[in-house]
């Protein structure tokens, strides 16, 4: 895929204005290689995020009159699920890279639209799978590598939401079910333990709230089975009926031990729904099963504790970091990119199998 390139700051028009897009704002407005063109949101959240930066930016109600008018160089999109596919392919044929929130699209085929858009435009397109910058997180994967195959994974995240984030939970239900938004992350992590092929799916699912539309639901359990043996689940709640209790669990067992994310200031009551605890993790402990001839192990648990453990704003700070060097580098994306439609599609998969309740099969 070839770029442009051109000298100067990236021009970027940032649409969305709610945690992600305020944090990715917040990375353009602080790093260099960057300059915000304008701020897109049909509610004040524009104006409180343009008064948090110092204010000055240009604010827009419409995203299609914000891209016309300030003809940006890159589009930041951080709306809800239902609009990333218009807007993306928007942008693209703008003549503007894209670096846009998971999931890419709110169908696997609106996701290789977009993906098609941005390799016809020759446009760079980053989605934000915010883990694959967090450097605990590449250790966890990295250290899966050694335990031998197959792997048992076992993840799970949930969030005993109310007040702003009950809110926020609410009008994602309205597109896409829990299992399906987070479950992207997860999923992703679980390819890249395993390096192998997903080949069939299994969730369940319940609505436990009339807040919420008919037909969707707010706790769901996958569970997914690999070439190579490898098994995994991924579970996830919200609402203000979640219970708190063993609310994150990270953890990938193979033939020679595991391996675990222990996040213990995260595990506290009353933060399961803090974007900063989710990605916080602490502590890697690594347990090794190898055993002597009584039977005791040999080797105590050691436990990895990584100096560079970012907030969330860096995290987000590192991601734009990787947009900019995209740009900037003409870097290949297409694994990428075709990482992010992968693990969609086990995603839909899974909410396929929760509203049939039936096995999902992959290929």
Not at 123 to 136: D, T
Not at 166 to 190: A, E, F, T
Not at 221 to 245: C, H, K, N, R
Not at 258 to 273: E, M, N
């Amino acid at each position: 895929m070839s770029t442009e390139m051109k000298s100067g700051p990236v021009r970027v028009l940032v649409v969305g204005a709610g945690n992600m897009g305020a944090s990715h704002a917040t990375a353009y407005h602080t790093q260099e290689g960057f300059e915000i063109c304008g701020i897109v949101t049909p509610g004040k959240s524009k104006e409180l995020l343009n008064n948090k930066l110092g204010g000055g930016y240009a604010l827009f109600n419409d995203y299609e009159a914000a891209l016309t008018e300030t003809k940006p160089d890159a589009v930041c999109i951080s709306t809800y699920p239902d609009t990333h596919e218009a807007y993306a392919i928007m942008a693209l044929e703008s003549g503007a890279h894209v670096f846009i929130e998971k999931p890419l699209a709110a169908t696997v085929e609106g996701a290789q639209r977009v993906v098609d858009a941005a390799n016809k435009a020759g446009k760079k397109l980053v989605i934000g799978y915010i883990l694959r910058h967090h450097p605990s997180w590449e250790r966890f994967v990295e250290e899966s590598h050694k335990l031998g195959k197959p792997l048992v994974m076992r993840m799970n995240l949930n969030q005993q939401s109310h007040g702003y984030m009950w809110g926020v939970h609410k009008n994602l239900m309205k597109s896409l079910s829990p299992i399906v938004d987070c479950g992207v992350h997860y999923i992703d992590v679980m390819c890249q333990m395993t390096r192998s092929k997903p080949l069939r799916v299994n969730a369940i699912g319940a609505r436990l709230t009339e807040e919420i539309p008919q037909g969707n639901y707010n706790y769901g359990q996958l569970q997914i089975w690999f070439e190579d043996g490898s098994v995994g689940w991924y579970e996830a709640g919200w609402g203000p009926m979640i219970s708190e209790t063993a609310f994150f669990v990270k953890d990938v067992i193979g033939p020679k031990g595991s391996v675990s994310i222990v996040a213990k200031d995260a595990g506290g009551t009353g933060k399961s729904s803090s974007v900063e605890a989710h990605t916080k993790t602490e502590s890697i402990r690594v347990h090794h099963a190898k055993l002597n001839q009584a039977d005791e192990f040999m080797q105590e648990d050691s436990w990895i504790n990584l100096e560079d453990e970012p907030d969330h704003q860096e995290l987000c700070n590192r991601e734009q970091n990787y947009f900019l060097k995209a740009i900037q580098e003409n870097l290949d994306l297409t694994d990428h990119m075709q990482d992010a439609v992968t693990s969609l599609q086990i995603a839909f998969a899974c909410d396929e199998s929760v509203r049939t309740g039936r096995t999902v099969d992959l290929v």
